[in-house]
């Protein structure tokens, strides 16, 4: 009898299930979508760029990246069949000192729209520049711009709005307030849907939630944009512009939260991990003498607020608001 490592060549043929000859497997059609679009083997319907705006140098990427956040969250979001989507990160040279990697002109001129995610790190002057002339060239030519959380910050920059850190807000006390984590409820105005050039607006229901993690927000909106949605938090009250749309086309959005992640467990679990990194930063610096020692107890503090925000909703709420939002955001980038 021939031992498991004799010189059989049928030792090492794989051993799963048999399939009869001839016969083709189940293919995901989404999957088959994306790779026949690779190949060539079909023309993309259209092309979408996601510029992420992420320093290599910066840990908190990879800790939403294990948390179950990543790019490929926004290509289930947005991507409809046929459509072909490239990643660029556009901070990537920042850890050796260059102004970072955007698409070339070339580049932007097969893109039928550009969604710009959430910020980490610090890009260079020169860096965020490009990127707010590039918001601005683009949208000139009819592409659709979506930005996202820091998204939202390059939009409203890069249309002389401003843009300043939460604690700049006259009414909120870090010791006092709750930061606006966790999920948040946007209503929408009923007026300023029927306003937008699109038929993508009436799609948006009457609330919404999403996912909310701010460090900045909205103090002044650009001009010709029109403020679809906000929402309110308490400890004192406080109200964020959550959502809105620039003319005179409509085709630049503006989010401050984060639709992508607001299909239940993963939000929770990024922006625990988010507050968990923050909170390990505070414990680090008190035990450096940096920081005063109540911190670390209020850094404990707001991600037991955060928690109970979520407790408000179920997971099948946050899906349905994930779906709308899916909706939503798909027809915006088309052009409906």
């Not at 319907?45 to 510029?51: A, D, E, M, S, V």
């Not at 290509?75 to 989507?85: A, D, F």
């Not at 920042?94 to 790190?121: H, K, M, R, W």
């Not at 007026?191 to 701010?214: C, E, F, T, V």
């Amino acid at each position: 009898m021939q031992g498991a490592c004799s010189g059989s060549e049928d030792a090492f043929l794989p051993t799963g299930p048999q399939v009869a000859e001839g016969a083709l497997q189940d293919v995901d059609p989404a999957v088959q979508d994306v790779v026949d679009l690779e190949f060539g083997l079909k023309a993309p319907t259209k092309r979408f760029g996601i510029l992420v705006q992420q320093d290599l140098a910066d840990p908190m990427p990879d800790i939403l990246k294990t948390a179950g956040l990543d790019q490929d969250q926004f290509i289930r979001l947005l991507r409809q069949p046929g459509e072909q989507w490239r990643v660029w990160d556009i901070w990537e040279t920042q850890a050796n000192g260059g102004d970072g990697l955007f698409p070339t002109q070339a580049e932007l001129e097969q893109l039928d729209g550009i969604v710009i995610t959430g910020d980490s790190g610090s890009p260079s002057q020169a860096a965020l520049a490009t990127l707010r002339s590039l918001i601005v060239e683009q949208a000139a030519k009819g592409k659709r711009i979506l930005g996202i959380c820091g998204g939202m910050g390059a939009i409203t920059r890069a249309y002389n709005g401003t843009y300043p850190s939460l604690l700049s807000m006259s009414n909120f006390d870090p010791f006092t307030s709750a930061l606006p984590f966790g999920t948040a409820n946007i209503s929408f105005n009923a007026a300023a849907k029927q306003a937008i050039n699109g038929s993508w607006a009436r799609l948006l229901p009457d609330s919404i939630l999403i996912n909310h993690m701010p460090t900045e927000y909205v103090a002044v909106l650009p001009a010709r944009a029109v403020q679809l949605g906000y929402s309110n938090w308490e400890g004192p009250p406080y109200s964020f512009v959550d959502l809105y749309a620039v003319g005179p086309y409509d085709n630049v959005l503006a989010i401050k939260g984060h639709p992508e992640a607001t299909d239940g467990a993963v939000g929770r679990s990024i922006t625990q991990a988010f507050l968990n990194h923050a909170a390990d930063q505070i414990a680090l610096g008190v035990r450096a003498g940096k920081m005063p020692g109540w911190a670390s107890a209020w850094a404990n503090q707001q991600i037991g607020r955060m928690l109970s925000s979520y407790r408000q909703y179920s997971n099948e709420d946050l899906m349905k608001s994930y779906q709308q939002f899916s909706n939503v955001l798909k027809a915006f980038l088309n052009g409906d």
